[in-house]
């Protein structure tokens, strides 16, 4: 017998779901930031382009404005590439780090959220002015999960250059 489309939609939703929480393949987020002494946040490992606030903001930049281009039609972008990353020389001081992890986290909870409402087709194209036809929730969930492997490795090994992952 073969699936429903949807028993397919519903079962795509549950990976989805899965996938932008990092169960599966990734160290989840909330390891990834785990007991991360504040003097690590802004420092630079020889060599490295970014610290782990840079990193982290970026996530929390690009998974906001993913969320918003897939829930707001009057939502714009900010401007590729320099809008997507802390403006040069922010730091994580005076609870900065904390709001950002806490942005990112509630953003993407908001976009699993999406991601659930059996009401919304994930196949269908987004309603935004600047979404060509294969932007639908699917796909940006995708580039979503994808970008956060990415990023969350990066910052995994950020922090074992900086000496600041904990030793198995």
Known sequence: MTPSTSDLQHDLRERLIDALAGANAHVPFSEVVRDLPADARDRR???????????????????????????????????????????????????AWEKSVAAYERD???????????????????????????????????????????????MVLLRRLLGAWPQP
């Open 108 to 154: 993407l909870k908001s976009f699993a959220a999406l991601i659930a409402d059996p009401k919304i087709d994930l196949f269908a194209r987004i309603d935004h002015p600047d979404a060509k036809p294969h932007h639908t929730l699917a796909r940006e969930a995708m580039v979503i999960v994808d970008h956060n492997g990415y990023h969350w490795g990066e």
């Open 45 to 95: 490992p020889a060599g490295a382009p970014h610290s782990l606030f840079d990193v982290l903001e970026h996530l929390r930049i690009t998974t906001w404005d993913i969320l918003e281009f897939s829930r707001d039609s009057k939502h714009a972008s900010p401007s590729w590439p320099t809008g997507y990353w802390p403006a040069q020389g922010a730091t994580s001081a005076n609870g």
